[in-house]
């Protein structure tokens, strides 16, 4: 602590270290990257992207990336913002669109991001509790009379949790707030969801997140996009304009586009990781476990019997790193990656032996 801090620092976890940890030995479940590796074209693109040129600043507006994700998605160029990872996309959100003189409004178990965000950017907001089942609530997120959000946000399938909306739902959200920007966090969406990217033609008020760091299993590269209307995405481009103008280097938008153009490893490698989650959840369940329905690359479950700090410890001494939370309502359950089916398997063994 120093007394040189302004306020907002102190409100501020430190960085705790060990999310992170050396890879040599452990089953790493704990933070949802992908177990296929990225695109071999894309590996390929960033080596080519290795040469002479990295003495050249990039491009700030990354066009190239711009361009591919707009033919990928049937948009304009102008309706796309990348950034450097989709944490960083969401950061230019909450400066940009999310502040107003009613508070923000998003679920209460959700993305730990949103409450650290909200404090940083001095952003008032509103939780709000999730069913009974951990299902968002649609009705929850109408206006009832003055009743409304300044702005809404949400990710899509949920985090923790893995739960899916409906895109029907989602778009009832998005309709029925039309004077509130709703961002749609879709982190997770390629393993099981309807992107509402389809619904931002039709939206003015939609801005729809993404991430290469799951689904393109390029975590370590640090890129993510949001796609909206073109308004929104000024808004975007002008907080980034003042704040940093770089946000991707060379290599970062070498290996997007390459990513992106490889359509069929790109759905190939989300195949494979349902097909694992489905496996997955089936030797869960049959060791007892109630798990929540996924549309993730994680799970979410909790022991009847077995206390879900506990069996994380006793997984760790395995050398299995799985998330768990130490928060109302959540402390029992488990997040759980899906990895390789090796992985998987480690994981269901060493649960057998420690049920
Ligand atoms: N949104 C959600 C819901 C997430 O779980 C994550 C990853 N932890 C992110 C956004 C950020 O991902 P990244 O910054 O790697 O793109």
Redesign the pocket.
């Known amino acids: 602590m120093s007394r040189y801090w302004s306020a907002v620092v102190h409100g501020l976890t430190p960085y705790v270290p060990g999310e992170q940890p050396k890879l040599d030995k452990l089953v790493k479940l704990n933070?949802?990257e992908h177990p296929c590796g990225p695109s071999p074209k894309a590996l390929e693109a960033i080596r080519a992207a290795t040469g002479d040129t990295l003495r050249l600043y990039p491009d700030p507006n990354a066009d190239a990336l711009k361009a591919a994700l707009a033919k990928r998605y049937r948009l304009q160029p102008e309706q796309i913002f990348v950034?450097?990872?989709?944490?960083?996309?969401?950061a230019h959100a909450f400066m940009a669109l999310l502040k107003h003189d009613r508070p923000l409004w998003f679920p209460d178990i959700?993305?730990s991001?949103y409450p650290v965000y909200c404090s940083l950017y001095d952003v008032e907001h509103r939780t709000i509790p999730l069913a009974e089942d951990y299902s968002i609530r649609v009705e929850d997120y109408l206006p009832r009379g003055d009743d409304r959000a300044g702005a809404l946000i949400f990710?899509n399938p949920?985090?923790?949790t893995g739960r899916l909306l409906a895109l029907a739902d989602v778009e009832r959200i998005v309709a029925a707030n039309p004077e509130a920007v709703v961002v749609i966090?879709?982190?997770?969406v390629d393993f099981g969801g309807d992107s509402a990217i389809a619904l931002v033609d039709r939206h003015p008020n939609l801005l729809v997140?993404?991430?290469?760091?799951?689904s393109r299993s390029l975590?370590g590269l640090?890129?993510?996009f949001a796609a909206g209307h073109a308004s929104l995405i000024e808004a975007l481009e002008r907080v980034k304009n003042s704040f940093n103008s770089y946000p991707l280097d060379r290599l970062a938008i070498a290996g997007a586009v390459a990513s992106v153009e490889d359509e069929d490893y790109f759905q190939e490698s989300c195949r494979k990781v349902i097909a694992t989650r489905e496996v997955l959840v089936s030797r869960m369940a049959a060791l007892g476990f109630e798990v929540l329905p996924s549309a993730a690359n994680f799970i979410f479950a909790r022991h009847p019997r077995r206390d879900g700090a506990e069996l994380a410890a006793e997984l760790r001494k395995r050398a299995i790193i799985v998330r768990h939370f130490r928060a109302p309502r959540i402390d029992q359950f488990l997040r759980i990656t899906v990895g390789t089916d090796e992985q998987c398997a480690i994981l269901v063994d060493a649960l057998k032996e420690i049920l």
């Open positions: 933070t949802n950034g450097n990872g989709s944490d960083e996309v969401l959700t993305y991001f990710p949920n985090a923790p966090d879709e982190a997770y997140t993404h991430t290469f760091s799951k975590a640090r890129v993510g």
